[in-house]
Nanobody, 126 residues
Framework: QVQLVESGGGLVQAGGSLRLSCAASGPNFSTYNMGWFRQAPGKEREFVAVISMFGGTTDYLDSVKGRFTVSRDNAKNTVYLQMNSLKPEDTAVYYC???????????????????WGQGTQVTVSS
């Protein structure tokens, strides 16, 4: 069982930056790919970014490429999402999620992820 707790959300002006953190408790953090998703009001939860078990592979939603960076520190059981040049359309609740995938690869599919955090609100004002 893995428990995930996000932090770092808040209110920021357009063009600003935020760094989200997701702290994991439970065994074998390094055996999970870690993803970030977001859900805006009235919309489906969508994939934002994923990082593989040891950080060698990342994948991003096209609209955040070049602005967001996902990273992880396995010694601290923590994954991060650095968000720069934020736009009002980035406003959403951001969730981290863990995907047990020892055979390799990464996924953008919500139903592939085994554990989820409670989310942290990010609001970008124009």
């Amino acid at each position: 069982q893995v428990q995930l707790v996000e932090s770092g959300g808040g209110l920021v002006q357009a063009g600003g930056s935020l760094r989200l953190s997701c702290a994991a408790s439970g065994p074998n953090f390094s055996t999970y790919n870690m993803g970030w998703f977001r859900q805006a009001p009235g919309k489906e939860r969508e994939f934002v970014a994923v990082i593989s078990m040891f950080g060698g592979t990342t994948d991003y939603l096209d609209s955040v490429k070049g602005r967001f960076t996902v990273s992880r520190d396995n010694a601290k059981n923590t994954v991060y999402l650095q968000m720069n040049s934020l736009k009002p359309e980035d406003t959403a609740v951001y969730y981290c999620a863990a995907d047990y995938r020892p055979w390799g690869g990464t996924s953008r599919e919500r139903n592939e992820y085994d554990y989820w955090g409670q989310g942290t609100q990010v609001t970008v004002s124009s």
